[in-house]
């Protein structure tokens, strides 16, 4: 395939000089250029696809080894239900955990800012269910990895 190009003065100052300093034949070089751009566009595509997904049905293992944004949405979900789900047959506060940043980064794996971004998204949802067992922020205070109890 025969490719011409055709570039401004800046654009051949920027190439000249990026050239110079990789030792790369231009051949090459832009060759090189041109498949990295065509590789990113087509992940984009594909990460896109795959933040379009529905996560619900996915079996956890899988869900656990995507890092699509709905994909970490659905795990950061899943661990709030597990922990939700753990403090209702829990017999005592003694033994149910506080839901907070910690505990869902924890279990679901995630970016501590991703996490907190989500629990602004439900706050309602958090606070009613650790207000339903007056749960306060310092609950799990010494209590370790939350992993160690809870799983999905």
Known sequence: MEIQL???KEDEVLISEALSQSGIEKDDFYRTAIV???KNILGKREQSSQNNKD?????????KG???RSAIEERIYRSFQAIANYNDNAPSNNERWYIGNVVL??????NGQVVGDWI??????IDDHNNKYSLGQY???GRGDVTSVISW
């Open 6 to 8: 055709i570039l401004n």
């Open 66 to 68: 995507s890092k699509a």
């Open 120 to 125: 602004r998204r439900h706050q309602t949802l």
């Open 36 to 38: 990295s751009y065509a």
């Open 55 to 63: 996560w619900s049905e996915v079996p956890s293992e899988k869900l």
């Open 139 to 141: 609950h799990n205070k």
């Open 105 to 110: 980064r924890q279990l679901s794996g995630s």
